[in-house]
């Protein structure tokens, strides 16, 4: 079983399109992460949220949103988007400051 | 400046050699986190650190929580290690990982 899952892996898309990216834990972890990966490799947070708090890094931009309908799943949603958004996304999680379990990556790349 | 500094940036080897990749930090942090990046993409956690040193394998990882300083060793390489290795640390009160910006690792047959 796949300890975090993310789809899809591939995703192109238009200038303006809203679209999301789904990610799912099943390892009963209590805080999960969006980060996002560059055309340089570099890693950086977006998001981190556990059942209590939303910590936002100050420079994401608003188009950018995370949903978690239940403590397994945190989603990220994406509005209106720019070229500049084409990037690879990374959802993992932990439990508390513990190991991070990475999922496999979503490769967004925005025509 | 990055608050995670990676050294070399990029490392060629010839298979059998002993690596060391070393990681330098500028702030206090609670637990460091080293990463294997293979070329599909995919990222594992290979070790995390608060103090000492840990060993998996062929893999050391030592951290000199004074010095704020980090090494990952890589004994007998070989050419699967061949990916990037990706150091990151939290922050006290924190979750999230901060990265270093990588180091790419060739293992040559």
């Known amino acids: 079983d796949t300890a975090v899952s993310q789809t899809p892996k591939y995703l192109v898309t238009q200038m303006g399109n809203d679209k999301s990216i789904k990610c799912e834990q099943n390892?009963?972890?209590?805080?999960m992460y969006w980060y996002k990966q560059d055309s340089k490799k570099f890693l950086k947070i977006m998001f981190s949220?556990?059942?209590?708090?939303?910590?936002i890094n100050e420079t994401v931009p608003n188009r950018f949103s995370p949903k978690s309908p239940d403590k397994a799943h945190l989603n990220l949603h994406i509005n209106s988007l720019e070229l500049g958004d084409s990037a690879v996304y990374f959802c993992?999680?932990?439990?508390?400051?513990?190991?991070?379990?990475f999922g496999q990556g979503t490769r967004l790349t925005v025509v | 400046k990055n608050e995670v500094e990676q050294s070399p940036q990029n490392l060629t080897a010839q298979e059998g050699e002993f690596i060391t990749i070393n990681c330098s930090y500028s702030?206090?942090?609670?637990?460091l986190h080293w990463l294997q990046q293979h070329p599909g993409g995919g990222i594992v956690s290979l070790f995390m650190l608060s103090s000492g040193k840990k060993k998996h394998g062929r893999l050391i990882a030592t951290i000199n929580i004074q010095e704020k300083h980090s090494s990952l060793h890589i004994t007998a390489s070989h050419p699967r290690d061949s990916a990037v290795y990706i150091c990151?640390?939290?922050?006290?009160?924190?979750?999230?990982?901060?990265f270093g910006k990588g180091t790419k690792l060739s293992v040559k047959p």
């Open positions: 390892l009963g972890h209590d805080t």
């Open positions: 949220y556990n059942n209590k708090e939303l910590i």
């Open positions: 990151a640390v939290i922050l006290p009160g924190q979750g999230n990982l901060i």
């Open positions: 702030v206090g942090i609670s637990a």
């Open positions: 993992a999680s932990s439990l508390r400051v513990s190991e991070a379990f």
